[in-house]
């Protein structure tokens, strides 16, 4: 079988795989969100944090519960980190500098998982089990709930009440996360990653030195990175390494817990707002733009450009053998267009075009399908600016959902857009600007200049990923790095229950013949075109200078 052939096989599994569990998966979280059961554990933690999950939230109250909430997970985790050194179980390894904590407690509280350190040389079992890999739940539950009470602003009427904000944090992590991480861990454990908590041991002699490697409860740690969208990995490689990812049937499985939970969220969506047509719409663009990246990567990567190629049957330069290239597109554009991070191998290292194709899927806004919660929440914006741009061409005012598309809901919805890209593009050109920050580039030119962009186009996005062959631990990437992941995943947020609020106490507008029709193909092509026209004027000076320039004189 052909390596291509191969890819596509992997390609048709996954889609199978996603299909099955799109509508049990979907309709799961939507009875979640709607229940007014507690469970037991339930009762239990709202007793303890002194939470009444009964009582209905407006707009600023919700947020103010988002931001206390992450704000308290930071200043956790920063000072878990300040005190490695003293903490049992630390392996040994000393406490964390004051500007590599903050950056990482920024990371992980805010889904982003940016590593400026090796994991295993850098964190012992406590930061990692106790800080970080409950971090990966807990900030996906957290995106999760802001898209659920985005959905409610569009299911309600007459009302600026949203739900409540730790009953949404606490069902997400309980009821959804933490059930399929435990089966998720279970198979990866099947597959042949490691869980335990051994300490540091030598594997052999290397070059005339020592190899050391310590173990970790790794399986676990894989299961919710890749779940919810997290991406930090308990080793430097990342899931590049066999003890994360040791095979081909565990890299699909891995792919396929990236994917499962943003895909299944357009179910719940189109449950909750009583349309089902209106979430298989999101879908069906949401899948154009995910199966169109993976077309387009693997062509770059499989394309035989000079006798190196022509040999290894494509570029073969950073990716495992055991995954080829087939399965190292599809990982990065799953990866890249969601806000995982995770990576299987190195982006750098792709073709001009295919580095350029990993960058362009988290300028999209990482809405196909996104995140957990914050790719359904993006693509609803999207979804709102595509009615509005509608409405212009036909002279009526838009309406989404039975809700109008006024003033208000426009300057929402062109705030959240305008955020990311004046962090992406301010930092990387005050960077590019200044002398000390472009030291920490390994590569000068197109390619030097695409690690500075990709570096800030991961962080603002709360991706995650790196492009390798920057050096970004220095007190200012940990910096800015760190400010522009807190600004990129919290300002867009507070537009998002704005919008929901306003759109929750509007009353709704009954259909009329000159009503577009959002559940249409017509709409999900004009969703799609919308996204890639408003991303290519916003970026698309950016990328000629790097990933554009680099891929054309290759």
């Known amino acids: 079988m052909s390596p291509q052939a191969a890819g596509l096989l992997q390609l048709t599994a ?129 995106g999760m709930a802001v898209a659920v009470a985005l959905v409610r602003g569009f299911a309600r009427s007459r009302t600026g009440e949203l739900g409540n904000f730790w009953a949404d944090l606490v069902r997400g992590t309980v009821r959804i996360l933490l059930p399929i991480s435990v089966i998720g861990a279970l198979v990866l454990v099947a597959c042949g990653a490691i869980q335990n908590f051994s300490g540091i041991h030598q594997v052999g002699q290397f070059m005339g030195g020592t190899q050391e490697w310590n173990g970790g409860a790794v399986a676990s740690q894989e299961a919710i990175k890749e779940l919810g969208t997290n991406g930090g990995g308990y080793f430097n490689a990342n899931s590049a390494h066999p003890f994360e990812n040791p095979n081909p049937l565990s890299n699909l499985f891995e792919i396929f817990l990236i994917l499962l939970i943003p895909f299944a969220l357009t179910r719940t969506f189109g449950r909750m707002t009583g349309s089902l047509r209106q979430g298989y719409a999101i879908l069906g663009a949401m899948a154009v733009i995910w199966i169109g990246f993976v077309a387009l990567m693997m062509w770059t990567e499989f394309a035989h450009r000079g006798p190196a190629f022509e040999i290894a049957g494509g570029a073969m330069e950073g990716k495992e053998t055991r995954f080829g290239i087939a399965g190292s597109s599809i990982f990065a554009v799953s990866t890249t267009l ?167 106490e509007q009353k709704p507008v009954p259909e009329t013949a000159g009503t577009l029709r959002t559940d249409k193909p017509l709409y999900a092509g004009l969703l799609v075109g919308t996204i890639l026209i408003i991303t290519g004027l916003t970026y698309f000076p950016a990328l000629a200078l790097g990933p554009l320039a680099e891929g054309l004189a290759s």
Request: hydrophobic fraction near 50%; charge should be neutral.
């Open 14 to 142: 996954l889609i199978a795989a996603l299909a099955l569990a799109y509508r049990p998966l979907g309709d799961h979280m939507a009875r979640v969100y709607s229940s007014e059961k507690h469970y037991a554990p339930e009762k239990w933690i709202y007793k303890v944090i002194g939470a009444n999950p009964a009582a209905e939230m407006r707009w600023p109250a919700y947020l103010r519960g988002v931001l206390a909430f992450s704000a308290v997970s930071v200043l956790f985790l920063y000072l878990l980190q300040r005190m490695q050194g003293s903490l049992p179980g630390s392996l040994g390894f000393s406490s964390i500098d004051p500007d590599q904590a903050f950056n990482t407690a920024a990371s992980f509280v805010s889904n982003t998982n940016w590593q400026s350190y090796s994991g295993e040389q850098a964190m012992g079992h406590v930061v990692q089990t106790g800080g970080l890999a409950v971090q990966n739940f807990l900030s996906a539950a957290v």
């Open 338 to 504: 969601t806000s995982t991070g995770a990576v299987n191998s190195f982006h750098s290292s792709y073709t001009g075009f295919g580095g350029g194709i990993t960058m362009l899927g988290m300028q999209l806004g990482e809405i196909a399908p996104g995140g957990v919660g914050s790719g359904l929440y993006g693509m609803l914006i999207m979804a709102v600016i595509a009615v509005f741009l509608a409405g212009l061409m036909v002279g009526r005012t838009p309406e989404y959902l039975g809700k109008k598309i006024g003033t208000r809901q426009i300057k929402l919805a062109a705030c959240y857009i305008l955020v990311t890209p004046a962090l992406v593009l301010g930092f990387t050109a005050v960077a590019m600007a200044l002398p000390t920050p472009a030291d920490s580039m390994t590569n000068s030119g197109a390619h030097g200049f695409s690690e500075i962009l990709y570096a800030y186009t991961s962080g603002a996005n709360n991706n995650g990923s790196a492009f390798a062959g920057l050096g970004a631990d220095t007190q200012w990437f940990n910096t800015t790095i760190g400010i522009a992941m807190l600004l990129g995943r919290f300002v867009p947020m507070v537009f998002v229950l704005a919008l929901a609020g306003s759109l929750a």
